[in-house]
């Protein structure tokens, strides 16, 4: 398998003197689901923003294929957020004053994709995933299921090489569940490296790596 | 994607999430309209006043040189061909000695005076241009009725016997007005010309160039008695034009200038607060791959396209009030100045809150409840 993404000597603490995140390695390739579990508090989520270039390490290093991401300027680093990641969040983060639709071809303009080109990956993947008779509803107008497999739509719209989700069935019914973690393991199919944070054991047990925090 | 492309979709976007902010966006664009409104309803008010007062004060003369000569000064025609080519000169006239007409139709009419005159642009009072080849006179309206020419054509006959041919009206600036009743009859320029001249106009191209023409002018008469000479300029109306341009333009200023900063503030203030009330927006933005620029750009065109509807909304309705109320409207220029201003001062007044919102760290603005 090829290494996607890699984490070497990882540290990271809001505050100087007490770090969240010490000295954590990991390796991760295509083909991928790893599971991240672990306590509350521990860090998990941090250490998914930081393999996620959202936030810079205090020392280590962050690396997307050979590049030296974690380092890249805040420019280069939201553009290789939105040409290279896919992400899910907890809460699904749809914006409630958009169209279903909208929310999911969002990322477009910060991938210098034109909407009309974005259009057909963007109703195909809503029929995938069951949602698109409600492709002009507002967030507010369906479920929190329907939610988060928009946002999923949204994360897998520009084939990203690497998935990152933060507790996506945390708020799902099983069958909803079911779905997302169908989704995530046809990514991996499809040569994405797949990266969950969460609690949900089935979810966990569906993944091809766990690493404990 | 190209250039354009990608300017419209930032645009689209821009649009899009002021529609989807409607509270924001109507506060922006009332204040915005307010601005103008105030703006046209109090500076475009003075400034149209001051266009009024200014132009009145042009009407009466502002820009005149008015020489006259006795017999003895020996100033003739000849001064018109010196004057021609002078820089700053935008009219001359210079006129004979007045000699007693009647209307020959009448006995014992009514005198009025008339007047040989030497007018190279004779259209500005509406005389023909080649009225001086033939002879004929034209007189102001005051001179027909004062003839009893009420057909405005006649003939009017001089005390030496000679007749003219009244062919018209002739309009009289209010520069001309002290030669009222005025009976004109224009005279062909010839080179070189000594008939004598009793009354010389210049005007002026500008009020401030009024006392370096009356220099030039009272350099180039060539009167051979300078005590038979007499020069008055409307310098003083001048002086007064320019204190009036000059205090009423820095009352305007000011006013404008406060009238701006405060929609400065008012709108940085209400942006400032979106930015806050929306923190989850651009951390889902910024996670998503928004860089900072492009957060900068969206409340940019955001606020732009809100002031740019707010703008034209309280300029028309600016326009409308002063319209309605029969004030004198300010100048098309001020006008469009303004509607740009608004915008302008609206947008800028955007920036802080549009990078302190692309400065948020999007992790923070994510785990916002």
């Not at chain 1, 933060?166 to 973690?181: F, H, K, Q, S, W």
């Not at chain 2, 994607?1 to 409607?22: D, I, N, T, Y």
């Not at chain 2, 000699?99 to 005389?127: F, H, M, T």
């Amino acid at each position: 398998m090829n290494a996607i993404l890699s984490a070497e000597s990882l540290t990271f603490g809001y505050e100087a003197d007490t770090p969240l995140i010490r000295e954590w390695s990991a390796q991760f390739d295509r083909g991928e689901v790893v599971a991240i579990t672990g306590p509350s508090g521990r860090g998990k989520s941090t250490l998914l923003y930081l393999l996620g270039l959202m936030l810079k390490p205090t020392s280590g290093h962050v690396r997307l294929g050979t590049r030296e991401a974690s380092y890249y300027s805040d420019r280069e680093r939201a553009r290789l957020r939105a040409s290279e990641y896919g992400f899910v969040f907890q809460d699904a983060a749809l914006d409630p004053s958009r169209s279903v639709i909208d929310n999911v071809i969002e990322a477009t303009l910060y991938r210098d994709v034109s909407r009309d080109d974005a259009l057909p990956r963007a109703n195909e993947l809503l029929e995938r995933f069951g949602v698109a008779l409600r492709a002009h509803a507002r967030p507010g107008q369906i479920s929190g299921g329907q939610s988060q497999r928009i946002a999923l739509c949204r994360a897998l719209l520009g084939n990203p090489t690497v998935l990152l989700a933060d507790e996506p069935t945390g708020n799902l019914d099983r069958p909803t569940a079911a779905v997302v973690m169908d989704a995530f393991h046809e990514a991996a199919h499809n040569g994405a490296s797949v990266i969950v944070v969460t609690h949900d054991l089935a979810l966990v047990n569906s993944c091809t790596r766990v690493i404990e925090l | 994607m190209k250039r354009h492309q990608r300017f419209g979709a930032l645009l689209r976007e821009g649009l899009a999430v002021a529609r989807s902010q409607p509270v924001a966006s109507a506060v922006t664009l009332v204040i915005v309209s307010v601005m103008c409104v105030t703006i046209l309803l109090t500076s475009g008010k003075t400034i149209g006043s001051e266009q009024a007062v200014l132009g009145t004060i042009d009407s009466a003369g502002s820009r005149t040189i008015l020489v006259r000569a006795s017999p003895a000064s020996g100033l003739t025609t000849d001064v018109l061909e010196r004057l021609k080519d002078i820089e700053g000169i935008e009219w001359t006239a210079a006129f004979g000695p007045a000699v007693d007409g009647v209307n020959a139709s009448i006995d014992g009419g009514r005198k009025v005076p008339v007047r040989a005159a030497w007018i190279p642009d004779p259209s500005r009072l509406s005389i023909p241009p080649k009225a001086d080849a033939d002879g004929t006179a034209w007189a102001s309206a005051q001179a027909l009725a004062e003839l009893g020419l009420y057909d405005k054509v006649g003939s009017v006959s001089l005390d030496s016997g000679a007749q003219h041919l009244v062919a018209g009206e002739a309009t009289v600036p209010s520069y001309l007005a002290f030669m009222e009743p005025l009976v004109l009859v224009p005279q062909v320029e010839t080179v070189p010309n000594d008939d004598r001249v009793s009354v010389l106009v210049v005007l002026a191209k500008t009020p401030d160039l009024v006392v370096t023409v009356r220099d030039t002018v009272v350099s180039l008469l060539g009167v051979e008695d300078v005590q038979e000479v007499s020069v008055s300029t409307s310098a003083s109306l001048a002086n007064l034009r320019e204190l009036i341009q000059s205090q009423l333009g820095v009352y305007a200023r000011g006013l404008i200038a406060a009238i701006f900063g405060l929609t400065a503030l008012l709108v940085g203030c209400i942006l400032y607060a979106l930015v806050l009330l929306r923190r989850k927006d651009f951390g889902r933005r910024r996670a998503l791959g928004a860089t900072r620029r492009l957060i900068v750009a969206l409340v940019l065109v955001q606020t732009s396209a809100t002031a740019t509807l707010g703008a034209l909304l309280g300029t028309a309705v600016g326009v409308i009030i002063l319209v309605m109320s029969g004030d004198p409207l300010p100048t098309a220029g001020f006008t469009a100045s303004v509607t740009f201003m608004a915008v302008l001062v609206s947008t800028a007044a955007a920036l802080v809150p549009a990078v302190i919102a692309s400065r948020r760290d999007p992790l923070t603005e994510l785990r916002v409840p």
